[in-house]
């Protein structure tokens, strides 16, 4: 049988209003904006702010503004898929919830957890059910309120992250463009580099884990970094080689926004010049799973049909990748 490839043939987006600058940090913990911008990339943050608002709503508003690009309707939905680490609760899934509000009542829906590599692992599910031709709609959708899990008096950590959701529609492509290539790889991260300690089966909620602010992320920066810096570059280099891409073959490197330090070394290893690197971490941090998807969305209007695209990943798990999608719009 003839290879059936996905396409993204939309892209959505959300990002709350309220905007965290550096400056406003500087009143909350002892830091500074030169130190942010120069170890980061980082100036400001966007922040849903709302109580009563989380990551099902930020999912939601970003995958209805893709399927009203794409002129679909919410009942020819085959499947949603949300990759988030902040989910609204701990079951159901935030999926279920968006496909509630979305009224994709023909879809079943379920989340992936892999943090910073959430989308990306996401999209490689969903584009499969499209090739294995069990579905001919997916929205993936990435999204984190990663506010509600940041620990405002630690400063090795709420400078670097952001709220935001972004999505893309998966249909059957009609041509060689899609989804061409994935590569994922984890590494079980047992010594807790990057984790949030209690709210799981292992430390349920009580009165000592709220004390002791366990319903935060952890990172251990440093080592997280020297990870993440050489499994972005090598990942991303290994796509190349496998699909034998040269530099000037690939149009556009869409990478996490973590650092911009990481992404820097992700784009000297692929021999890409600063020119070819979506790079918005400066306006909105880091959005974890929502980072690529609001890169794409950022830059579609500059993007060409058959545009060779690097999407590379890492994140807490320890999990990384990359992938490699042909540009259809
Ligand atoms: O997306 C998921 C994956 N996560 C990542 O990829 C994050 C990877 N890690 C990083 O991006 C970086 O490690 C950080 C941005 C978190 C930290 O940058 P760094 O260059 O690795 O700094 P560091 O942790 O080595 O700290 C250097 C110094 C320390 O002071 P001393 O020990 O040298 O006196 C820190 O205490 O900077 C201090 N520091 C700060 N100073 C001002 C740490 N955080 C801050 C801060 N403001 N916010």
């Known amino acids: 049988m003839e290879v059936q490839r996905a396409k ?41 702010k709302d109580p009563d608002k989380a990551t099902s709503y930020m999912a939601t508003k970003a995958a209805q503004e893709a399927l009203d690009a794409a002129g679909v309707s919410a009942e020819e939905i085959d499947i949603v898929i949300v990759a988030t680490v902040t989910p609204d609760y701990m079951f159901p899934a935030t999926a279920c919830l968006v496909q509630e509000k979305l009224g994709a009542k023909n879809a079943f829906a379920f989340d992936i957890s892999a943090a910073c590599s959430g989308f990306i692992y996401a999209l490689t599910t969903g584009a499969s059910f499209i090739q294995g031709r069990t579905a001919n709609k997916v929205l993936v959708i990435g999204a984190d309120k990663m506010s509600s899990i940041l620990d405002y008096t630690d400063r090795t950590t709420c400078i670097l992250f952001g709220d935001g959701a972004g999505a893309v529609l998966l249909e059957a492509s009609e041509d060689e463009t899609g989804v061409i290539d994935s590569i994922h790889y984890t590494e079980g991260d047992v010594n807790c580099g990057l984790y949030q300690p209690a709210g799981g089966s292992l430390r349920p909620a ?124």
């Not at 990942?235 to 073959?249: C, F, G, Q, R, Y």
């Open 8 to 48: 993204i043939s939309a892209v959505g987006h959300f990002l709350p209003e309220d905007r965290l600058t550096n400056f406003d940090l500087e009143k909350l913990v002892e830091t500074n904006d030169e130190w942010i911008r120069t170890r980061t990339g980082i100036s400001e943050r966007r922040i849903l």
């Open 206 to 329: 009580t009165h000592e884990t709220v004390d002791a602010r366990m319903h935060s992320i952890r990172q251990d920066g440093r080592a997280v970094f020297k990870k993440a810096t050489m499994g972005m570059a090598d990942v991303s280099s290994e796509i190349m080689k496998k699909n034998n891409l040269t530099a000037d073959d690939v149009a556009w490197l869409v990478p996490h926004q973590a650092n911009l330090r990481i992404i820097d070394a992700t784009a000297n290893r692929m021999g890409i010049s600063s020119e070819k690197v979506m790079i918005n971490i400066g306006r909105y941090g880091n959005t974890t799973a929502a980072t690529i998807p609001l890169c794409l969305y950022d830059w579609k209007d500059q993007l060409n049909k058959g545009d060779n695209l690097v999407l590379a990943a890492f994140g807490g798990g320890f999990t990384w990748g990359a992938v490699y999608v042909k540009w259809s719009l």
